[in-house]
Each structure stands twice: as structure tokens, then as C-alpha cells.
Nanobody, 129 residues
Framework: QVQLVESGGGLVQAGGSLRLSCAAS????????MGWFRQAPGKEREFVGAITWITWSGGIRYYSDSVKGRFTVSRDNAKSTVFLQMNNLKPEDTAVYYCAAGPLSSGFKKELMSSYDYWGQGTQVTVSS
């Protein structure tokens, strides 16, 4: 069982930055891939980014095209926390942001919600123009 708690959301002007955190409980945090998704009003939840952790090669990061170059996913396994650094925010980034944990496997599909077993409650990010 893994419990996830996001924090760090808020209101920011376009061009600004926010850093989201997701604290995880459980002793096997390093064996999970961690993903970030977001859901804007009236839209489906969409993949934002993810980070895996393979001990011999380090974490591998993935991003959606809409955030690539602006957002960075990182993780601190010692603190069981994953981060989403968001720079150059745009009004279209406004959404509720969710972190999720899924067991790493050879067929892991990081962009699919069904790949993740555990979800946080979400944190609101609002970007004003």
C-alpha cells in the first residue's frame, strides 16, 4: 500500500514557476515509477511527466510534448518524495495536478493512467494571464 500526498500548488502569473511535491508512504518507494498527471475543467486527465528508477542507470524521465523543456520531474528516494518543477507557466497549464505510483515492469506504459495503482488527492495550479 502506498499513500501519496501532493503539495505546492497555488496561483501564479504566466511566466512564473511552481514546484509541486508528492510525499509517499511505504517502504518500497524506489521500486515504483512515479508519474504526474493533470486535469483541467471539462477535460480528461492527461499525462504530464514520469520518472522511473533503475538503480544501475539512474532515473529516466519522460514528458508530454506540451511541457517538455519547461517542466522537470525528479525524485528523492531517501525522502520518498517526487517533485515537479514547473517553469515558464502558461494559462493552459491551469489544472489539478495529481501524482501517481505504479510498479515498474518491462511493459510499463508511463502515459497510461491504468499503469498506476496509487493516486494522490491532487493539488490545484492556476496560472493567470
Amino acid at each position: 500500500q502506498v499513500q501519496l500526498v501532493e503539495s505546492g500548488g497555488g496561483l501564479v502569473q504566466a511566466g512564473g514557476s511552481l514546484r509541486l511535491s508528492c510525499a509517499a508512504s511505504g517502504r518500497t518507494f524506489s521500486s515504483y515509477a512515479m508519474g504526474w498527471f493533470r486535469q483541467a475543467p471539462g477535460k480528461e486527465r492527461e499525462f504530464v511527466g514520469a520518472i522511473t528508477w533503475i538503480t544501475w542507470s539512474g532515473g529516466i524521465r519522460y514528458y508530454s510534448d506540451s511541457v517538455k523543456g519547461r517542466f522537470t520531474v525528479s525524485r528523492d528516494n531517501a525522502k520518498s518524495t517526487v517533485f515537479l518543477q514547473m517553469n515558464n507557466l502558461k494559462p493552459e497549464d491551469t489544472a489539478v495536478y495529481y501524482c501517481a505510483a505504479g510498479p515498474l515492469s518491462s511493459g510499463f506504459k508511463k502515459e497510461l493512467m491504468s499503469s498506476y495503482d496509487y493516486w494522490g488527492q491532487g493539488t490545484q495550479v492556476t496560472v493567470s494571464s
